[in-house]
């Protein structure tokens, strides 16, 4: 690809906003702008997901922009989170626009709260009755209580741990050193909602159970906020004085039995089709072996063991020796989700995730390694590669 990211913004976190989801997109793009060193009427591209709220219209009536050359959504939330990158970037080397912004704003705990089963099933007289039209799994699984996106995580969790055999107690400690690595990277992350506070993997194994085998401080965190992110072509980000992160790929595809009925796969212990990394990679013309730091999107902790496999970094069924013998540490073979997470930094739909790989980059992270690469996925519905300008 040909584009570079020059610019990232954002609002505080928080668990109360007490702002309007335009007031906080409208915050975070003028961020944004600024860490580019651009102007408002230098955007004529924006690109946001299906499940946002503030609509394109609403982002250009609000700061007046003369004209809107381009805009697209993409599917579903935070699944598609590199895909909105992947469309940024088209419509940049298609000549549709020379400067995109990719936005996300939303009052996920203040206001509609992913997490919570109420939004999915309406009582009607005697009968439940699912009334959420996406994703269609949920309209032959909500109405026997399988609700919520991490009462699915929990399927994946089970079946994993029969498939490889692992027992509790060893099942425990690979996800615990998923979280208490990454709660560790949050405590020195000022952005960070729980940077005040600590965990040890007594914490974790002592927490309670949400969903059989997930504890509470494997899932992510229901946050207020908005956050930005803006694109140009490579060329022209040369020519600007900025930190400049390229793209040097990024994919997004759907496959049977992934997003979006993701209880039907064949195989829940990958989430993945063989030949997706072989794809990523290639159009990088890379390896994993070539990449520095890794983001990888985790809704709960169980997606960051999955992807190391399905993606090639480590062997099937060996995230438990990688993960307890602290291979996702500062100074392990791959540091992960150095801003802690959307477990210990804040649920963001993927743009957190993203920006720490930018700032990683830069050489701006709380938690800095010498990265010169850095990958990125959600459940490899949408992967990205980045690397430094």
Known sequence: MKTSIIGIGQTEFSTHSGRSELQLALEAILSALKDAGLEVNDIDGLVRYTWDNTTEAAIVNALGLPRLKYYGETEFGGVNCCGAIAQASAAIEAGLASCVVFYRALNARSGVRFGRGERILVEEGEHVVCHQPEPPGDIYSAPFGLLVPGQHHALYAQSYKGHYGLSDDAFAHMLGSVAVTQRGYANNNPRALLRDKKMTMDDYRNARVISEPLRIFDYCLETDGAMAIVLVSRERARQMNVKAVDILAAEQYIHP????????????????????????????????????????????????????????????????????????????????NTHGGLLSEGYFHGLNTIAEGVRQLRGESPNQVDAETVFMTLRGASSMIMGRA
């Not at 999107?297 to 099937?316: H, K, N, Q, W």
């Open 257 to 336: 039995g992934s997003v979006p009925m993701f209880l039907y796969a064949k195989k829940t212990y990958s989430l993945v089709p063989e030949e997706a990394g072989d794809i990523l990679f290639g159009k990088a013309q890379m390896s994993p072996s070539d990449i520095d730091v890794a983001m990888i999107y985790d809704a709960t902790s169980m997606m960051v063991p999955l992807a190391l496999e399905d993606f090639g970094f480590i062997g099937r069924g060996e995230a438990h020796d990688f993960l307890t013998s602290g291979g996702n540490a500062i100074d392990g073979n791959l540091p992960i």
